[in-house]
């Protein structure tokens, strides 16, 4: 015997009648605190600020990478061989 039970509620009404807690005001406030810490870390993700972190540790830093890139240019065209 096979039996078939359709359920029609919303995903509140369905908390409710298992006994869940109601959990939307605590995730809204820790949405709110995230996206104000976010805010005020903004400007520290700017692309001239990541490239002045990668750059300020060693200032040969900006030749390695354009020897890389234009190894690697170079490797993709075929130009050059793998070491």
Request: aromatic share 8%; net charge negative; with cysteine.
């Amino acid at each position: 015997m096979k039996v078939t039970v359709t359920v029609d509620c919303t995903p509140l009404e369905a908390r409710e009648f298992l006994g869940l807690p109601d959990v939307q005001p605590m995730q809204s406030a820790m949405m709110d605190q995230m996206q104000k810490k976010m805010m005020e870390n903004m400007d520290k993700y700017s692309p001239e600020s990541i490239m002045q972190s990668w750059f300020s540790f060693d200032p040969k830093v900006g030749e390695r990478f354009q020897d890389m890139f234009a190894n690697m240019a170079g490797l993709g065209a075929g130009t050059k061989e793998k070491k």
